[in-house]
């Protein structure tokens, strides 16, 4: 039942949580983030047994593998998020850097310095390693959170923000630096979106309706974490042994996970080669694959593509793939469907890979890469708060940086403004 006495509590805790942060230096907050790294694993047990009753329910409603496989925890990925905190600690600490600094005329000595955005709000579904992920990353950066997930995913949440808490509370720290709505209700959550009394940014982080309802009922600065429609192209030019192990790994890698390829687009010149090794590698891990009626011409068994196909994020074992004429109409399909999440192109052309990165509008372009690298661990930035397809303040994975504003310091001696 909806409370709004209880999400104010929530609000004034983390901002008074947000305070003691900014306050904090770089070794008191990878004190802190090393306790809780030490504490996920020392405590895998009790979060793998809430895991598992998430996990039951999830297959009891017949949610798909994919889905389901995004949810569940094993003691190597609780590692994983351990590592990814120890990854946070050697980071530099942005905060208190100087961005630029300049001397007025008049004397005045200006700088931007780097500062905390405040209390971040992060709703998210079904992935609990997002829990940890986010809470380092806002931790870091001095940055109190408040954390609203999926009831798909509520023990799991609980149990790893419960550990996180009193890693905290062992080591002298601000417990409410991390806080979990308890109450998954729509409603509850509508009603945060609208708290910008006490919440300076929020991030959705899953699934299209998701992501609308935020931008739709938010009262609060959004960060759009967009949903992952993602193309490999494979150019004239292409090394076709090379593009089958990239769409293998882009696609069967995770299924269930936003960069993941959903889309492949082949040059009609390399497609009688390409497409039915392509297709018969994809076959072998149990894709189903969604052609145009070139595609249908050159395998059996493909199912015909309809204009939705393309525009779609399958989270599946579903791929489209589309043969086009050139180039410039590859550019045009993916810049048409894509979600501007990663988009790869497979060829030996340099002109033709800078023309691709140039021109396809996504926040992550690769050259003869798996899309499956547009993540904040494998950029270097340890855990991520999620990954941006909009353009104003960040765009990509967002690490460190994208949980920063600045502020302007001013220092004088007695002057005035005629």
């Not at 954390?147 to 808490?165: E, M, P, Q, T």
């Not at 589309?322 to 810049?335: F, L, R, T």
Request: net charge negative; proline share 2%.
């Amino acid at each position: 039942m909806f409370n709004m006495e209880y999400l104010e509590t929530l609000g004034q805790k983390a901002k008074k949580s947000a305070m003691v942060l900014n306050s904090l230096g770089q070794k008191d907050k990878n004190l802190g983030l090393k306790a809780v790294a030490k504490a996920l694993v020392q405590n895998a047990d009790a979060i793998l047994s809430a895991n598992e009753v998430d996990v039951k329910k999830a297959i009891e409603k017949g949610v798909k593998s994919s889905l389901v496989d995004r949810l569940r925890l094993t003691t190597q990925r609780i590692e994983s998020m351990a590592e990814g905190i120890e990854q946070v600690i050697s980071l530099n600490d942005p905060i208190g850097q100087t961005v630029s600094a300049w001397l007025r005329p008049n004397g005045l000595e200006i700088s931007q310095k780097r500062v905390p955005l405040g209390v971040i709000g992060i709703i998210f579904e079904s992935r609990p390693n997002v829990t940890a992920d986010a809470f380092s990353l806002c931790f870091k950066t001095g940055n109190a959170t408040i954390l609203r997930g999926g009831s798909d995913a509520f023990n799991s949440n609980k149990a790893i923000v419960d550990v996180i808490r009193n890693a905290l509370d062992s080591v002298n720290l601000p417990m409410d630096s991390v806080q979990l709505l308890e109450d998954t209700s729509r409603e509850t959550a509508t009603k945060m979106m609208q708290l910008n009394k006490y919440i300076d940014v929020l991030i959705p982080r899953g699934g299209s309706g998701l992501i609308k309802s935020v931008v739709e009922n938010s009262t609060i600065p959004t960060i759009e974490t967009g949903t992952g429609n993602c193309h490999v192209y494979v150019d004239e030019f292409a090394d076709i042994q090379k593009a089958v192990k990239i769409i293998e790994n882009s696609k069967t890698q995770r299924l269930g996970v936003c960069n993941a390829c959903e889309s492949l687009v082949i040059h009609k010149d390399v497609a009688e080669k390409a497409i039915p090794l392509i297709c018969e590698n994809l076959k072998c891990h149990e894709v189903e694959i969604r052609g145009d009626e070139i595609v249908q011409s050159l395998v059996d068994g493909i199912v015909p593509a309809t204009e939705q196909d393309w525009g779609t994020e399958y989270l599946d074992s579903i791929i489209s793939i589309k043969v086009v004429s050139s180039i410039d109409e590859a550019i045009e399909h993916i810049n048409t469907y894509s979600t501007k999440h990663s988009e790869s192109i497979v060829t030996e052309d340099y002109a033709n890979s800078r023309k691709f990165t140039q021109m396809v509008d996504s926040s992550s372009v690769y050259v003869n890469a798996s899309t499956r690298f547009t993540d904040g661990f494998e950029f270097g930035f340890g855990a991520e708060i999620g990954i941006s397809t909009q353009k104003l303040h960040a765009r990509g994975p967002m690490g460190l940086l994208a949980l920063t504003t600045t502020k302007y310091v001013i220092l004088g001696d007695g002057q005035v403004r005629n």
